[in-house]
């Protein structure tokens, strides 16, 4: 919503949106509650909205005749015309509406300063439920269908609270993989342990061992002396004996 009518949210600040069900410019008094509904609510230690733009207060009357007479103020040109016979600090002041009334009329935008401290503290993201509760509050008041709270706190607030969402979703299928990777783990260890059992203690047998002790070697002859190998020796284990075979 906000993105659609007002770009980006601000980086630095906190933004705070209501949507109306008709023409805020049949109504410029909603402007007035709206604000006196968030400054009133003890959460917001400053409120910036069409009726303050450019640090100028605006009657909702003057606003309606405003509009009346020059139309949407997104649609003005950054110098007054010739010919409308409007005061220019009037006139700048209410093409200056066009960063917190959306171009249909139905959106309308403040700027607020967080009581809670800084957008990037803790505490400011700690208290984004709160005002979002409150926020929602002060929509009923002036009729909103959709509200909202937006800018570094609650883009912080969203990112925690999804990051802990996923972590309980995803926490116990991780466990019950560990799990079952274990149990295999663990059976593979059984069935070696329990055929190392049965066979006994493997041994290699004497007629079969290429390495026989030097006393065996002592007095044996190249025509007696066994060779397990069938490729030609030239030498053995024992210095004593030189042994050919194939």
Do not use: K
């Amino acid at each position: 919503m906000l993105a659609q009518h007002f770009g980006v949210a601000s980086l630095s600040g906190t933004d705070v949106v209501f949507r109306l069900d008709r023409d805020v410019w049949s109504d410029t008094a909603l402007l007035d509650q709206a604000q006196d509904g968030l400054s009133s609510s003890g959460s917001f230690s400053s409120v910036t909205g069409a009726l303050s733009a450019n640090g100028v207060h605006l009657p909702p009357e003057a606003l309606s005749s405003a509009y009346r007479r020059l139309g949407p103020p997104g649609a003005l040109a950054a110098t007054e015309p010739a010919g409308t016979h409007v005061d220019p600090f009037f006139y700048n002041a209410y093409r200056a509406t066009a960063e917190f009334i959306s171009e249909d009329g139905r959106t309308i935008l403040y700027r607020v300063g967080l009581v809670a401290g800084s957008p990037g503290s803790t505490a400011a993201l700690q208290a984004i439920p709160s005002l979002r509760a409150e926020v929602a509050s002060v929509g009923r008041s002036i009729g909103a269908t959709e509200t909202g709270v937006a800018g570094q706190a609650a883009g912080a607030a969203d990112v925690s609270s999804i990051s802990a969402s996923d972590i309980l979703r995803v926490a116990p299928l991780v466990m019950v993989v560990l799990a079952i990777l274990l149990a295999l783990v663990l059976r593979s260890l059984v069935a070696r342990s329990t055929s190392w059992r049965a066979s006994g203690s493997p041994t290699w047998p004497r007629s079969a061992s290429p390495w026989r002790s030097s006393s065996s070697w002592e007095g044996s002859s190249a025509s007696t002396s066994p060779c397990p190998f069938s490729c030609s020796c030239s030498s053995w284990p024992s210095a004593r004996t030189t042994t050919s075979c194939s």
